[in-house]
Nanobody, 117 residues
Framework: QVQLVESGGGLVQPGGSLRLSCAAS????????MGWYRQAPGKQRELVAT???????NYADSVKGRFTISRDNAKTTVYLQMNSLKPEDTAGYYC???????????WGQGTQVTVSS
């Protein structure tokens, strides 16, 4: 089983930036498509960004142009650069490897992002 550890969240004002990191216990990034997900209180978890093993990226419309996903295979880490943050971006953020419409691994503890003035 692969362990996923997310970090980098925090409290930021609207318009600010954060960079999230997701470290894996072994290198899976050159094999699987990785995704960042978020879940706000009372809402379902949603997929916001993906990066394939070949480096192709895709974004939810709600974050397109503001968020950038990337990965460092050597460091077994995937990142989510979040700019121009909005209050509606407030959520717990999680990473995982995609498997069809599901995920491959047990969810990590996530990292909380709060956007508020």
């Amino acid at each position: 089983q692969v362990q996923l550890v997310e970090s980098g969240g925090g409290l930021v004002q609207p318009g600010g930036s954060l960079r999230l990191s997701c470290a894996a216990s072994r290198n899976i990034f050159n094999i699987y498509t990785m995704g960042w997900y978020r879940q706000a209180p009372g809402k379902q978890r949603e997929l916001v960004a993906t990066v394939t093993s070949g480096g192709r990226t895709n974004y939810a419309d709600s974050v397109k142009g503001r968020f950038t996903i990337s990965r460092d295979n050597a460091k077994t880490t995937v990142y989510l650069q979040m700019n121009s943050l909005k209050p509606e971006d407030t959520a717990g953020y999680y990473c995982n490897a995609l498997r069809g419409s599901s995920v491959r691994y047990t969810w990590g503890q996530g990292t909380q992002v709060t956007v508020s003035s």
